[in-house]
Each structure stands twice: as C-alpha cells, then as structure tokens.
C-alpha cells in the first residue's frame, strides 16, 4: 500500500460534529456598526522555511475568492433565537498586495467588522483559511465603540479549513484573553470551548500529520533496535506516556510509518503544530545538528573506529581539542538527501571558522583560569554541590548505609567501616559525624547494580555500582573520605592518600564514580526526572484545560517547545544507538535503568523543600529565610534555588488567589479536575497508585502542584542543563563511560598503571568516540537561543486582561531581578568557598538571565533543549 492511501485509511482524526462553521448569512439591525481589527499573521510556514510556490496558489486563492475569513463571536450578547450574536463574515483583504510576499517576519492587517450596535464584548473569532498554506496568527486586536480594546492571544499556526486535503481540518476557534473557570463561561461560548477541546484531543487512533494539532498518548515503543523493551504500561517497565504519533510497529518493535515514508518535510517524529520552535537562527542551527547527528555524523564515528575508537594519549591531548581542534577532513563526512553535512554543521557550531574542516571546540569554564584545579578532590567534591548534577548528595542518617536491593546483589550494608574514615574526621567519632549531620553520601549502588553483570558482559566495557562518602570540613567544604566500589560478587574500599600524594588508584576509583554520577545524571536527572515526566503534565494540559482557563495561561510559557525538545531526544538522545548508548556506560541498557529509576519517582517529592528534606540536606525551621535551615550552609544549588522556589510560591498563591475564592471553586472546577486526573491515571498511570500524589481538592494544594511543576520545569532543568558543557566539555571531569575496572594493589595492571599513570587513565574512561559524541552534544544542548524567555518575563504582554494577576506577575518578576542580585552578591563573598572552588568557576546556573550562546547560567520558562 503506497502512503497516501494508507494515510487516508489509518486516519480518523474528523471534524468533530459539532464543530463551529463560518455562519454566511448574518442578518444585522439597522443599526448596525463597524469594529476596526488589527490582525499580526507570519506567512511561513510552521519548519521556518518560505514556499514561493505556496505564495503564487495563495495569490490565486485570493483570485478565485478562496480568502481567510474571520467571525466574532459574542461573550455578553445573543439574538433572538438564544444563540450568540456574531459578526458578519469579515475577509482579509489586500493579501496579495502586501509589501511582503515572502516575508519571514510580521505582518498588520486591517479588518472590518460588522456587527449589530447592542454586539457587547466579543469572546471568541472563529477563523477559516482557505489558502493553501498554513499561516501563523500572532494577535487579534479589536477595538471597541469606546476606545478600549478587545485582545484574542493568537499564537498558532492555522491551516487549510476546507478543499482537497486528505484529512479536513477544522475552522479555528481563538478566545480573547478575558478567562473564565468553566462554571462562569458565559453561555454563548460553552460551546466554542467544548469544541475546540475536543479537537484537541482526538479519538485515540490515526496517524497523524504534521498539521493536525492533536495530544494524545503512547508508550515508549518508537525507539528501535533489538532487545530494547517497550517502556509503559506495564509493572516490569513503567514509565510516562510521550505524545502519540500513530505510526505503526515496525518489524523490530519500533513505530515506523508505511513503507518506509515519513510525511513530515523533515524527518521528525509528529508533535502538534504549535509545538514546533518558532523563527530564530538558534533554532534552526539546533535542529540542523540534531538532523545530522541522527542520520550522518554518529554512523560516521561508528565506522571510522579505527581511526576515532581509540583513546586519548594525554591531559595534553584532550586540551589540544580547544587548542588546535580535530581535523575532520580525514573522515568521509558525506551529506545524505535533505540532510546537511556535519562539517557544515559542526563548523556552525564552532569557535574557530576559518577552517570548515576543523572540529574546534570552545574551552569550558572548568579549564579558563587554572588547566589543573579539576583534579583535586576538593573541586571534586564541591561539584557535587555546585556542578551539573547538584540534586543527588544525601546527609547520612545510619553508617553504615544499607542498600534496597535484595540479598542476590551481595551484602546489603555497606562494606565502608569506621576504620577506613576515622582519621579524616577532624577529631570527631562517625557517630558524632552523623548526629552532627557532618557524614554526607552520594549513593548510585541501588540503581546501577541490577544492571551490572548485564553491562559487565558487553565488550571493552567495565563498571561498579559506586558509593561515594564525604565529611563536612569545619570550613564549610566537603572532603571525600571514600568510594566503594561494587559488583554483585565484589565490595572494595578506596580512600584518599596523604596530603601532598597521589594515588592512582584513588584518581581511578573517582573517574569510575564520575562516570556513573554522569550517568544518572543525564539519564535519571535529566532525561526522566525532568523531560519524561513533565510531558505527560503538558498533554494533559491541552486535552483538559481550555485556553480559556486561567490555569492554561498561567502554565503556558513553561510548556512551550518540550514536546518538540523530547521528540528529538527520542529520535537521537535516548534511541537505540544514539547518543546516550553511544557515549554512556549502560550502553543498550540506558533506557531500561530509567525504567527502574521510573518506579520509586514521585511527583511530590521534586519541589525543592520536599526534595532537600528527603535527602537530609535541610530541615524545617520556622526562624530561617524560607522556613528551611540549610545541613551545609554554602549549598550553592539549594540555597539560590530556595530563593527561586520562594518567588515561586508567592506568585502562584497570589495567582490562584485571584480566580479561586476557596477549595470549593477547585473542587468544582471540571476542566481542572480533569487534568489532574488524565495526569495521575493516563500520562503517570503506570504510578497512578502512588498514595504521594497531591490532592487537587484545595487551594494549597493547586498552589504546590503547580509550583513543584514550574520549579521543575524551569529552574529545576537549568540547573543540570546549562552548566553541563562548563564542567562535561572537559571528559577527564565528567567521563561519561567506563572500560577497565581498578586494578587491584599490586596486580600486573596496577604496575601497568605506575608505569604511566595518564596513559592508563584515558584507557579507563570515555574514548575518543564517546568523548566526541558528548562534548559535541552537550555544546549543542547548553547554549541558549537568541529569543530564549526567561522566569520573571512574559513575551505575550497580552496573556491576561486580568490587572490583579498582572500587578502579581509584575511583583514575581521584581521578586526574580532581586534573585539575581542576591546570586551576584554571594558570588562575590569570599566565605562562600563552595561558589567557585579551586577552579574559580562561579555558581551561575539559577542566575535567571543570560546572553545568547553557552554561559553556564539562564533559567528559561521552560524545558525547551
């Protein structure tokens, strides 16, 4: 069967019967009045690139009548009959004689509406283009008998109503900005309301097209290769739903789309419409890069092995990538059809353009002041508190620890005993140590060791479940004191050497923890806790919240772009072969591990109090700034991120403050109930019996719910995401893989490793291979955009019409500057030692703003690379 009678077959996806029409004939009184709209429209279309071709048949649309036309429909007013009283149908007129044709950027038309004297308000326009091409509404501004101004938020690609497309698209419905609860929806727009929420949602089969703007669900079964299981939908591998797409299973398990055809004009995955990246070089450079990396540049690495599957030589040689750069010309670097070649790419990205060949990458920040600071285990230990993965140290409560697992991954105590740290706790006994809360863990022995014999088993390839113990200093820094290493068989102990020595071993055993933190840290940190789970929340938003809903609007910015983020990093981060397989150690497995990790994951517990106090590392206090005492005072993360969480809470308070009077309007609130409810059961239903889950049956409990969910979203995300090319872009830091286990004292490999202790090194951790792969993708994913939007601002000035919640947000954005001031100033406080360390890099990560490009620091509104 070719594609488009199977695509014709496969979908369902109709216009509901209900859906509203452009009323032709509108009967007004004689006194009838004319209200002047102003309309912003983009006339590209929605993958940013211009179609001269669409420009002539929209030429000739507009010739043979064929135009958009636009109807208002009335919030305060009905006819005679009951039903609302709408506008005249109202045309675009002039289209083609707009001075620009191609224009990538905005432009204004006028629009004439006639409607009866009594009309009122208007509260929705129902919009049908007949072109043949999509067109992106800005705004729609109408202005009123009185000089006020009516405001309808647009944002959104409309496509073709009618014609001869395979799968009809409806008419648009755009509400203004005036929000309503459902239960006080004026009655002439309940049913504009219903309706665009039911094309929203679709039916649940189909497969869809690029221009449809249905969210539904699916399981993780779209990533490919063999022996990887589904993820969802079942107790041995929950995880979260992902946005469906309607491809079919493919012979290996995966979704695929018939013969082989994929009908997007790029070689995406489907998201609805307008969740795709708006206009701007970053963006584009962004999905240009991962176009290639899917299709051409790992595939090339792979096959070069020979030249690329080999390790570094040096300290030296691992620098020379930011000196003098690699020289790709040396590799078949060909262009496949509709994909750019990855030297075009790569140049793009590079910090040295005057060779196109050169692989170049820019000095990360941990390397800028002093090349040899990262080695001491000082700096290694304050990146637990201030690096790319600062969510994951724990304030021991017991010692020794004791592991979850059962008796068949070895002793369930730790094998760490009060000999092998006394001497480095400062006079002090490790019961005092802990009731002091002075002993701190960073404990990944649960989540790696079911996996460890499998992983063991794959060629050039070694790791150990680690366990890593610091002491709390009495000048506020931590010092590892030991790193267990573990297998299912094996328990071994390393500690630290004298002051002044070096012991390989040692620098080894903190190479193999490394390696395993960035594991979980992309995996688990990353990728579930923050991408994966938060998706589930968006869906559930567009399905159940109209946009009329105040809660929509407010959740609006920090859902933007996720879906099309996550569809990528389905297609080349987490997919079999991609970049996770390809650079980390649980290789095939990664995806899996996030399964298991998937289990003990509770929503509740990911608003920063919540998760400090979980993991020990504060406790409430009633006299403390944000009633919460910090264990380790100088906690970079924690403490600026408290400051974020408390501008957070206050906004979202005084937020819901303004549109629910009491618990009972939550409790009544349909469309709310409904939202929660598909989150819990539908989108996290593999956890649905998870007695944590907030209930959504008050006003403080909306308040933490969506509080826990912007915290996540924005500054939860920009901290494991925007510092990771400051401290990864340097492997010898954060090596992402493992290939030898630590020789053990005495061993022919631990002579081999005193012979040359570099040498050795580079054959422990991450490859060239692996190391190219990361470091090329962690540039990628660390930069920020030129239209990035920050906590604190709003690009649609119009999002509300409400002034109570605007003068709140005006407050939530002063609240946010002074975060940033408050950042700025305890950098400079040289008793804060944990702030920048022996590597002189200053804790920046939830500094709200930043400047295009990478620069360690920015919270945006949203998970959006």
Same mark, same amino acid.
């Given at each position: 069967?070719?594609?488009?009678?199977?695509?014709?077959?496969?979908?369902?996806?109709?216009?509901?019967?209900?859906?509203?029409?452009?009323?032709?004939?509108?009967?007004?009184?004689?006194?009838?009045?004319?209200?002047?709209?102003?309309?912003?429209?983009?006339?590209?279309?929605?993958?940013?690139?211009?179609?001269?071709?669409?420009?002539?048949?929209?030429?000739?649309?507009?010739?043979?009548?064929?135009?958009?036309?636009?109807?208002?429909?009335?919030?305060?007013?009905?006819?005679?009959?009951?039903?609302? @009283?709408?506008?005249?149908?109202?045309?675009?007129?002039?289209?083609?004689?707009?001075?620009?044709?191609?224009?990538?950027?905005?432009?204004?038309?006028?629009?004439?509406?006639?409607?009866?004297?009594?009309?009122?308000?208007?509260?929705?326009?129902?919009?049908?283009?007949?072109?043949?091409?999509?067109?992106?509404?800005?705004?729609?501004?109408?202005?009123?008998?009185?000089?006020?101004?009516?405001?309808? !938020?647009?944002?959104?690609?409309?496509?073709?109503?009618?014609?001869?497309?395979?799968?009809?698209?409806?008419?648009? #419905?755009?509400?203004?900005?005036?929000?309503?609860?459902?239960?006080?929806?004026?009655?002439?727009?309940?049913?504009?309301?219903?309706?665009?929420?039911?094309?929203?949602?679709?039916?649940?089969?189909?497969?869809?097209?690029?221009?449809?703007?249905?969210?539904?669900?699916?399981?993780?079964?779209?990533?490919?290769?063999?022996?990887?299981?589904?993820?969802?939908?079942? @107790?041995?591998?929950?995880?979260?739903?992902?946005?469906?797409?309607?491809?079919?299973?493919?012979?290996?398990?995966?979704?695929?789309?018939?013969?082989?055809?994929?009908?997007?004009?790029? !070689?995406?995955?489907?998201?609805?419409?307008?969740?795709?990246?708006?206009?701007?070089?970053?963006?584009?450079?962004?999905?240009?890069?991962?176009?290639?990396?899917?299709?051409?540049?790992?595939?090339?690495?792979?096959?070069?092995?020979?030249?690329?599957?080999?390790?570094?030589?040096?300290?030296?040689?691992?620098?020379?990538?930011?000196?003098?750069?690699?020289?790709?010309?040396?590799?078949?670097?060909?262009?496949?059809?509709?994909?750019?070649?990855?030297?075009?790419?790569?140049?793009?990205?590079?910090?040295?353009?005057?060779?196109?060949?050169?692989?170049?990458?820019?000095?990360?920040?941990?390397?800028?002041?002093?090349?040899?600071?990262?080695?001491?285990?000082?700096?290694? &230990?304050?990146?637990?508190?201030?690096?790319?993965?600062?969510?994951?140290?724990?304030?021991?409560?017991?010692?020794?620890?004791?592991?979850?697992?059962?008796?068949?991954?070895?002793?369930?105590?730790?094998?760490?005993?009060?000999?092998?740290?006394?001497?480095?706790?400062?006079?002090?006994?490790?019961?005092?140590?802990?009731?002091?809360?002075?002993?701190?863990?960073?404990?990944?022995?649960?989540?790696?060791?079911?996996?460890?014999?499998?992983?063991?088993?794959?060629?050039?390839?070694?790791?150990?479940?680690?366990?890593?113990?610091?002491?709390?200093?009495?000048?506020?820094?931590?010092?590892?004191?030991?790193?267990?290493?573990?297998?299912?068989?094996?328990?071994?102990?390393?500690?630290?050497?004298?002051?002044?020595?070096?012991?390989?071993?040692?620098?080894?055993?903190?190479?193999?923890?490394?390696?395993?933190?960035?594991?979980?840290?992309?995996?688990?940190?990353?990728?579930?806790?923050?991408?994966?789970?938060?998706?589930?929340?968006?869906?559930?938003?567009?399905?159940?919240?109209?946009?009329?809903?105040?809660?929509?609007?407010?959740?609006?910015?920090?859902?933007?772009?996720?879906?099309?983020?996550?569809?990528?990093?389905?297609?080349?981060?987490?997919?079999?072969?991609?970049?996770?397989?390809?650079?980390?150690?649980?290789?095939?497995?990664?995806?899996?591990?996030?399964?298991?990790?998937?289990?003990?994951?509770?929503?509740?517990?990911?608003?920063?109090?919540?998760?400090?106090?979980?993991?020990?590392?504060?406790?409430?206090?009633?006299?403390?700034?944000?009633?919460?005492?910090?264990?380790?005072?100088?906690?970079?993360?924690?403490?600026?991120?408290?400051?974020?969480?408390?501008?957070?809470?206050?906004?979202?308070?005084?937020?819901?403050?303004?549109?629910?009077?009491?618990?009972?309007?939550?409790?009544?609130?349909?469309?709310?109930?409904?939202?929660?409810?598909?989150?819990?059961?539908?989108?996290?239903?593999?956890?649905?019996?998870?007695?944590?889950?907030? @209930?959504?049956?008050?006003?403080?409990?909306?308040?933490?719910?969506?509080?826990?969910?912007?915290?996540?979203?924005?500054?939860?995300? &920009?901290?494991?995401?925007?510092?990771?090319?400051?401290?990864?872009?340097?492997?010898?830091?954060?090596?992402?893989?493992?290939?030898?286990?630590?020789?053990?004292?005495?061993?022919?490999?631990?002579?081999?490793?005193?012979?040359?202790?570099?040498?050795?090194?580079?054959?422990?951790?991450?490859?060239?291979?692996?190391?190219?792969?990361?470091?090329?993708?962690?540039?990628?994913?660390?930069?920020? &955009?030129?239209?990035?939007?920050? #906590?604190?601002?709003?690009?649609?000035?119009?999002?509300?019409?409400?002034?109570?919640?605007?003068?709140?947000?005006?407050?939530?954005?002063?609240?946010?500057?002074?975060?940033?001031?408050?950042?700025?100033?305890?950098?400079?406080?040289?008793?804060?030692?944990?702030?920048?360390?022996?590597?002189?890099?200053?804790?920046? &990560?939830?500094?709200?703003?930043?400047?295009?490009?990478?620069?360690?620091?920015?919270?945006?509104?949203?998970?959006?690379?």
């Amino acid at each position: 069967m070719d594609f488009p009678s199977a695509l014709v077959s496969a979908t369902t996806s109709m216009i509901p019967s209900n859906f509203p029409t452009i009323q032709q004939k509108v009967n007004l009184t004689n006194h009838a009045i004319t209200l002047k709209g102003s309309l912003l429209v983009k006339k590209q279309n929605s993958f940013d690139v211009v179609n001269p071709l669409g420009v002539v048949t929209d030429a000739v649309s507009e010739a043979i009548g064929l135009k958009v036309i636009l109807q208002l429909i009335s919030s305060t007013s009905t006819s005679s009959d009951g039903k609302p @009283k709408l506008s005249k149908p109202a045309r675009i007129e002039n289209w083609t004689l707009s001075s620009s044709l191609l224009a990538k950027d905005e432009v204004k038309y006028t629009i004439n509406f006639e409607v009866d004297a009594d009309f009122g308000t208007p509260g929705a326009v129902v919009v049908q283009n007949n072109h043949s091409s999509e067109i992106y509404f800005v705004s729609l501004s109408v202005r009123m008998p009185r000089g006020s101004k009516v405001q309808f !938020p647009c944002n959104s690609w409309v496509y073709r109503s009618s014609g001869f497309d395979l799968v009809p698209k409806p008419n648009r #419905i755009f509400f203004s900005n005036h929000l309503y609860l459902p239960q006080d929806t004026p009655p002439s727009l309940v049913p504009y309301r219903e309706a665009d929420l039911k094309q929203l949602q679709g039916n649940g089969t189909g497969i869809r097209q690029h221009s449809e703007r249905i969210y539904d669900y699916d399981i993780y079964n779209d990533l490919g290769g063999i022996g990887r299981p589904k993820l969802g939908g079942s @107790k041995e591998m929950p995880y979260p739903r992902r946005c469906r797409t309607g491809r079919i299973q493919g012979l290996l398990g995966e979704e695929t789309y018939p013969g082989g055809q994929n009908p997007f004009p790029i !070689p995406f995955f489907y998201i609805p419409s307008d969740e795709y990246y708006s206009s701007s070089k970053t963006a584009s450079v962004l999905v240009k890069t991962v176009k290639s990396f899917s299709h051409t540049f790992i595939p090339m690495l792979t096959s070069f092995g020979g030249l690329l599957d080999k390790y570094f030589d040096s300290f030296q040689d691992v620098e020379s990538l930011y000196d003098r750069g690699f020289d790709l010309s040396k590799l078949a670097l060909g262009a496949i059809e509709g994909i750019d070649s990855p030297l075009d790419i790569l140049n793009d990205l590079s910090t040295d353009h005057t060779n196109k060949s050169l692989l170049k990458f820019p000095i990360p920040a941990v390397l800028e002041t002093d090349r040899l600071a990262w080695r001491s285990d000082r700096e290694y &230990a304050r990146q637990l508190l201030a690096g790319t993965h600062p969510i994951l140290i724990q304030c021991l409560t017991e010692f020794p620890p004791t592991s979850g697992l059962g008796d068949e991954y070895g002793p369930r105590k730790s094998t760490v005993t009060e000999e092998h740290i006394s001497r480095f706790l400062e006079g002090t006994t490790v019961q005092e140590a802990v009731a002091n809360k002075k002993l701190f863990l960073v404990d990944l022995h649960d989540i790696f060791m079911p996996y460890i014999e499998r992983i063991n088993k794959i060629p050039d390839i070694y790791m150990y479940a680690t366990r890593t113990f610091l002491f709390l200093r009495g000048d506020g820094t931590l010092k590892p004191i030991a790193i267990e290493l573990s297998t299912p068989s094996s328990r071994r102990v390393l500690v630290p050497p004298q002051e002044g020595e070096t012991d390989y071993l040692w620098e080894l055993a903190k190479a193999h923890t490394a390696a395993n933190d960035s594991g979980a840290h992309q995996l688990v940190g990353h990728w579930l806790k923050c991408h994966a789970c938060m998706e589930p929340f968006i869906i559930a938003a567009h399905r159940q919240l109209s946009a009329l809903h105040p809660i929509f609007a407010f959740l609006k910015p920090h859902m933007k772009y996720t879906l099309q983020i996550n569809a990528l990093g389905r297609q080349v981060l987490i997919s079999a072969s991609g970049i996770a397989e390809q650079g980390f150690t649980p290789k095939m497995y990664c995806m899996e591990l996030t399964s298991q990790a998937y289990k003990s994951w509770k929503f509740a517990m990911e608003g920063l109090p919540a998760d400090l106090i979980k993991r020990g590392m504060a406790v409430p206090d009633p006299a403390a700034k944000h009633g919460m005492k910090l264990v380790i005072e100088d906690y970079p993360y924690a403490a600026d991120g408290l400051e974020i969480w408390s501008a957070l809470t206050k906004w979202t308070q005084e937020y819901v403050d303004v549109h629910y009077k009491d618990d009972a309007t939550v409790q009544n609130d349909a469309e709310l109930q409904a939202w929660w409810s598909e989150v819990v059961n539908v989108g996290h239903g593999d956890l649905k019996d998870d007695p944590t889950w907030f @209930k959504m049956d008050s006003k403080l409990g909306l308040t933490v719910a969506l509080t826990t969910f912007i915290w996540i979203t924005t500054a939860n995300h &920009a901290a494991v995401n925007f510092s990771q090319y400051a401290y990864a872009g340097f492997i010898p830091n954060r090596p992402t893989a493992t290939h030898l286990p630590v020789p053990e004292k005495g061993s022919t490999e631990h002579r081999k490793l005193l012979r040359n202790p570099e040498e050795y090194y580079f054959k422990v951790i991450s490859n060239k291979m692996e190391s190219f792969v990361v470091m090329s993708a962690i540039e990628v994913l660390s930069g920020h &955009a030129d239209t990035e939007e920050y #906590i604190g601002q709003r690009h649609i000035d119009i999002w509300t019409d409400n002034e109570e919640a605007l003068e709140a947000f005006d407050r939530f954005a002063e609240d946010i500057d002074k975060v940033g001031e408050t950042i700025l100033s305890r950098n400079k406080d040289p008793s804060f030692k944990n702030r920048h360390g022996p590597v002189k890099v200053p804790y920046k &990560a939830l500094y709200p703003t930043s400047s295009k490009g990478i620069t360690g620091q920015g919270v945006p509104n949203s998970i959006s690379i």
